[in-house]
């Protein structure tokens, strides 16, 4: 069994409906991944277990909207349910989907309905009605760009989802790093060539 070490950094984005992109510091976050064995096109699965994940959550200390860190008390927090999929390692394409739950609170005094965002986070391209960003493949030290679009439905709170106009689309940027989780992996992973 090959485990793979996904690391999550700074100037990652998240962005929901109309509102402007998020700056965010997802420093510290990732998790172990295992993978899987090549398949005819020489792609392998990989797969994390959501218990091990850790995403940080968006607050006054890791976000800036506009250049401005967020006001103290709104914090969104990151509940992953499922982050697994492919890795072709000699193109350095990473495609995995994502199941979380977002969980927004406002000090003590509220806290929203879960949203659920469920997408496809891709080292390519992705066109939504409203985002669109660019990927990046990972080079030859695992370093890439993640990116995904997501329908957000509803979270059934009335003054919740008119504050984000749901239905909407968010759109996330990740910029992260995939390498072996211990030395004894380096002879199995093939190097990831530079794009």
């Known amino acids: 069994m090959t485990l793979l070490r996904l690391s999550t950094f700074d100037g990652c984005g998240l ?3 109309a509102y402007p992109r998020f700056r965010y510091d997802a420093s510290c976050g990732g998790g172990l991944g295992e993978l899987g ?3 005819g096109s020489g792609r392998q699965t990989l797969r994390f277990d959501p218990a091990g994940l850790c995403i940080p959550p968006l607050d006054g200390r890791r976000a800036r909207l506009l250049g401005l860190p967020l006001p103290p ?3 969104i927090a990151i509940e992953p349910e499922e982050l697994a999929g492919t890795l072709d390692p000699q193109r350095g394409d990473l495609r995995l989907r994502l199941r979380a739950r977002f969980r927004f609170r406002l000090f003590s005094l509220y806290r929203a309905p879960d949203l659920l965002v469920d997408t496809e986070l891709v080292t390519a391209a992705v066109q939504g009605r409203r985002h669109r960003a660019e990927g990046r493949p990972l080079d030859a030290q695992g370093n890439g760009v993640l990116v995904g679009v997501a ?6 709170d009335t003054w919740f ?3 984000l106009g749901l239905p909407d689309e968010a759109l996330a940027v990740l910029r992260c790093r995939l390498v072996p989780a211990h030395a004894d992996a380096l002879a199995t992973l093939p190097s990831l060539p530079v794009p």
């Open 37 to 39: 064995a090549a398949d």
């Open 151 to 156: 329908s957000i439905q509803p979270s059934g």
């Open 15 to 17: 962005a929901i409906g």
């Open 161 to 163: 989802d008119r504050f």
């Open 73 to 75: 008390g709104p914090v």
